[in-house]
């Protein structure tokens, strides 16, 4: 038998050392895997949006229970940003860890949306330039005017 560098021994395995690593962890029952994407909406969630006298349109796709936030409330939410093409702009899901901030530190829409929800519930917004970015934008990121789209799961009101 030739003994072979350890590094040189996982590259011959076909899923490499990282699927190693998690194929053993999952094995052994301790992998924990980031949410790549929202979880399920509740089966009788509405299919249209409603809108808000200040042009946010959403809907509740999955009620939770308890108190909603207000507009001092600091949250822990998973969310999904895209633009009207598709193109995700921003994912919490993506980074695989929930994002934690207040209310009052992000874009009108969000402040009046999240509002609507309850812990362990989740909303889809469709957030006008208006109550987003407005005409400005953010530079190589959102295009000035652009509508916006969320996904937010809201875990926790602080």
Do not use: N
């Not at 490499?16 to 509740?42: I, M, N």
């Amino acid at each position: 038998m030739i003994a072979l560098p350890i590094s040189t021994f996982f590259d011959r395995l076909p899923f490499g050392l990282v699927g190693l690593a998690l194929s053993l962890a999952v094995v052994a029952g301790c992998a924990t895997r980031p949410s790549f994407s929202p979880g399920p909406a509740d089966p009788d969630a509405p299919t249209e949006f409603t809108q808000t006298e200040s042009g946010l349109r959403y809907r509740v796709t999955r009620k939770g229970s308890g108190d909603r936030p207000s507009p001092a409330s600091t949250v822990k939410v998973h969310y999904s940003g895209k633009l009207a093409d598709g193109r995700e702009f921003d994912s919490s899901y993506r980074r695989g860890k929930p994002a934690t901030f207040g209310l009052h530190e992000v874009v009108p829409g969000w402040t009046e949306g999240l509002q609507l929800v309850r812990p362990g519930g989740m909303i889809e917004l469709e957030v006008p330039p208006e109550l987003g970015y407005g005409s400005d934008g953010v530079p190589g990121t959102i295009p000035p005017g652009a509508t916006l789209y969320f996904t937010v799961e809201l875990f926790e009101i602080r």
